[in-house]
Each structure stands twice: as C-alpha cells, then as structure tokens.
C-alpha cells in the first residue's frame, strides 16, 4: 500500500516541482506592479483625504469653543452689569427723600434697564447672524479644502 501511495503522489510532487520553476510572464508581473503602485496611489489619496477632514473637524472645534467663551463671557459680563445696576438703583432709591422722587428714580431706572436690554438684544441677534454667515462660510471653506476632487 505505500507503494501505491507513493505513485498516486508522484504526479502531485513532479507538479510541484515544476511550478517552482514556472516562469511568470512579463504581462503579469507588469500588471502586479501596476495593480500595487494604484493602490499605494488610493492609499496615499485616502490617507491626505482624512487628513484634510482631520484639519477642518479641528478648525471647526476650535472656532466652536472659541465662541463658546466669547457667549460665555459675555454673559457674565452682561450678569455682573446688571448686578451692579440693581445696586447702584438701591442706592438711588435709598437717596430719595420723598415717595414722588423715588417714583422718579425708579420710572428712570427701568427705562435704562430697558435700553440696555434692547440694546443686548440687538446686539445679540447681530452676533447671531454674523456668527450664522461665518458658520456657513467656514463650513464651505472646510468642505471645500477636504473635497478638492472633482467628481
């Protein structure tokens, strides 16, 4: 039996051995080197690509905690203002010697708090609104710089 074994296999083994000297044509290793330089090539592509996306997901972060702070601050400025406001007013209120004067100084305290908040809110909604155009304007940047491939 491992006469007969040996025979089946000797078919295999001379195949074997003549694949290993097997000569690859010029066509076929031409078309590997190619096939590989493309995909180094899509590698490369690929690899600029996610950085691009990297850089504008980072400058769109930075802009975003930028402004953050900026609202931020701008609201504690805007809380302490109206801190010493209410303050300033008690101190005005307490100064008045009569009850028509303290109407006064009250009627006239709610009208500049008044202006002041009209004046916020103006001020707001233009902030609002130039923060929307800068938004938009740095998205397109950004999509721009990351798609520069036309399809």
Do not use: C, H, W
């Amino acid at each position: 039996m491992t006469t007969e074994t040996n025979t089946a296999f000797e078919g295999f083994k001379d195949a074997f051995k003549n694949i290993q000297n097997l000569e690859v044509p010029e066509a076929a290793r031409e078309f590997v080197k190619k096939s590989a330089n493309t995909a180094k090539d899509r590698a490369a592509e690929v690899f600029a690509g996610s950085e691009r996306v990297t850089a504008a997901v980072e400058n769109a972060v930075t802009e975003s905690v930028t402004e953050a702070g900026k609202i931020s601050r701008n609201i504690q400025q805007a809380i302490y203002e109206d801190a010493e406001a209410f303050f300033a007013g008690i101190d005005k209120l307490a100064s008045a010697k009569s009850i028509s004067e303290a109407v006064e100084i009250q009627s006239s305290l709610l009208r500049a708090r008044g202006e002041v908040f009209v004046s916020r809110a103006k001020a707001t909604a233009d902030y609002v609104g130039k923060l929307a155009a800068n938004g938009a304007k740095s998205a397109q940047d950004n999509f721009a710089k990351v798609y520069t491939k036309t399809a």
